[in-house]
């Protein structure tokens, strides 16, 4: 199974805020990566798919990059909104698998 | 608007079974593939099955394979998850996703197997 690192785990930032949040994977997958993002008590929700495309209705202040092993989700400008839990997610090989999240927390 | 409807989620001894339903609605069920996904404290989100948008094509990670069963009825915009055999360490709750890459969810359905 592909594993899918995240760091930090944790990652504390202010209103305003330009932040990074890094996923490796455990062998190359492609551009077969995705963001979601999960607020408690909700279901995920897509960011990003295939490493730098927005979905549709997300605010352009994120986006995404990387290739094969290495990827980032960039946040521009942290809204309140945007303290959540971020997942990253690989589509390229079964099964499926999910880094275990970063948690974006108010400093 | 995509809506993904989970039911049937509950308590249920070890060994038991238990079958969850993902209503679908605001687009064309059958164009696309679907799967089920679930979520622990411990272990994240996992997927656990995924099918193809007629049925014929099925998909599951190994610790489920002979366990769980996804079916799809398109004439009904539903998908199923049969879970047979139910263990502890299937405890979670449990997503609805549309599409191979999850593009929508549902609003998840706790499962819980206890005695």
């Known amino acids: 199974d592909i594993q899918m690192t995240q760091s930090p785990s944790v990652l504390s930032a202010s209103v305003g805020d330009r932040v990074t949040l890094n996923c490796k994977a455990s062998q190359n997958i492609n551009k077969y990566l995705n963001w979601y993002q999960q607020k408690l008590g909700e279901a995920p929700k897509l960011l990003i798919y295939n490493t730098n495309n927005l979905q549709t209705g997300i605010p352009s202040r994120f986006s995404g990059s990387g290739s094969g092993t290495d990827f980032t989700l960039t946040i521009s400008s942290l809204q309140p909104e945007d303290f959540a839990t971020y997942f990253c997610?690989?589509?390229?090989?079964?099964?499926?698998?999910f880094g275990a999240g970063t948690k974006l927390e108010l400093k | 608007e995509v809506q993904l409807v989970e039911s049937g989620g509950g308590l249920v001894q070890p060994g038991r079974s238990l079958k969850l339903s993902c209503a679908a609605s605001?687009?064309?069920?059958?164009?696309?593939?679907m799967a089920w996904v679930r979520q622990t404290p411990t272990k994240g989100l996992e997927w656990v099955a995924s099918i193809s948008t007629g049925g014929g094509n099925t998909y599951y990670r190994d610790s489920v394979k002979g366990r769980f069963t996804i079916s799809r009825d398109n004439a009904k915009n539903t998908q199923y998850l049969q879970m047979d055999s139910l263990r502890s360490e299937d405890t979670a709750t449990y997503y609805c996703?549309?599409?191979?890459?999850?593009?929508?969810w549902g609003q998840g359905v706790m499962v819980t197997v206890s005695s």
């Open positions: 997610f690989q589509h390229n090989s079964w099964p499926y698998t």
């Open positions: 605001g687009f064309t069920f059958s164009n696309y593939g």
């Open positions: 996703a549309r599409r191979y890459d999850f593009d929508y």
